[in-house]
T-cell receptor
Framework: DAKTTQPTSMDCAEGRAANLPCNHS???????VYWYRQIHSQGPQYIIHGLKNNETNEMASLIITEDRKSSTLILPHATLRDTAVYYCIVRVPDNYGQNFVFGPGTRLSVLP | ETGVTQSPTHLIKTRGQQVTLRCSSQSGHNTVSWYQQALGQGPQFIFQ???????GRGNFPPRFSGLQFPNYSSELNVNALELDDSALYLC??????????????FGPGTRLLVL
């Protein structure tokens, strides 16, 4: 089972920031938080990941709370092309075959 | 574009048949993972290959099998197809160095329909 909970769906106005929350209250100290998104019928696209510090790249920012029990993915200026299902995943990057456990994700609709 | 390619893009089979799906990993990556994604659900982990050996497996029956080749490309084989095997099959490649596996990058998937 996925170790994260996310809202089923969210709407965001085009040009505004999209803030996608994720709860991972049982996260372990060595587990990273990963975000992927999947545009209809395509393969999941990597967005960003982090351990405990906030992270930013060209696509998004990841804000992780100090207790690491929740995080928020921020798309600073959402466009229509950001409409997708967003998955929040926690994972240990070890070598014992552990892989991503995807939950149902959040369906983000960016509205014109 | 992740550099991960999969073939074919679409496939139709009948129940009881066998199917082989192929994946070419991103340049420099040595690990391939396979996922099954049923309609409306998140991807489910099938298995992973590293150094040509299975290196982890999800809750899938033995009729799901795979191979990894010296160039790190991979195949997913499914025998005795069932209707519920209809899904999008995703391949993801990553670089495993020592005790750390890096981020996985997904291909576009193969959509399999079993009639």
């Amino acid at each position: 089972d996925a170790k994260t909970t996310q809202p089923t769906s969210m709407d965001c106005a085009e040009g505004r920031a999209a803030n996608l929350p994720c709860n991972h209250s049982t996260i372990s100290g060595n587990e990273y938080v990963y975000w992927y998104r999947q545009i209809h019928s395509q393969g999941p696209q990597y967005i960003i990941h982090g351990l405990k510090n906030n992270e930013t790249n060209e696509m998004a920012s990841l804000i992780i709370t100090e207790d690491r029990k929740s995080s928020t993915l921020i798309l600073p200026h959402a466009t229509l092309r950001d409409t997708a299902v967003y998955y929040c995943i926690v994972r240990v990057p070890d070598n014992y075959g552990q892989n991503f456990v995807f939950g149902p994700g959040t369906r983000l609709s960016v509205l014109p | 574009e992740t550099g991960v390619t999969q073939s074919p893009t679409h496939l139709i089979k009948t129940r009881g048949q066998q199917v082989t799906l192929r994946c070419s990993s991103q340049s420099g990556h040595n690990t391939v993972s396979w996922y099954q994604q049923a309609l409306g659900q998140g991807p489910q982990f099938i298995f992973q290959y590293y150094r040509e050996e299975e290196n982890g497996r999800g809750n899938f029956p033995p009729r799901f099998s795979g191979l990894q080749f010296p160039n790190y490309s991979s195949e997913l084989n499914v025998n005795a197809l069932e209707l519920d095997d209809s899904a999008l099959y995703l391949c993801a490649s990553s670089l495993q160095t020592g005790g750390t596996k890096e981020t996985q990058y997904f291909g576009p998937g193969t959509r399999l329909l079993v009639l």
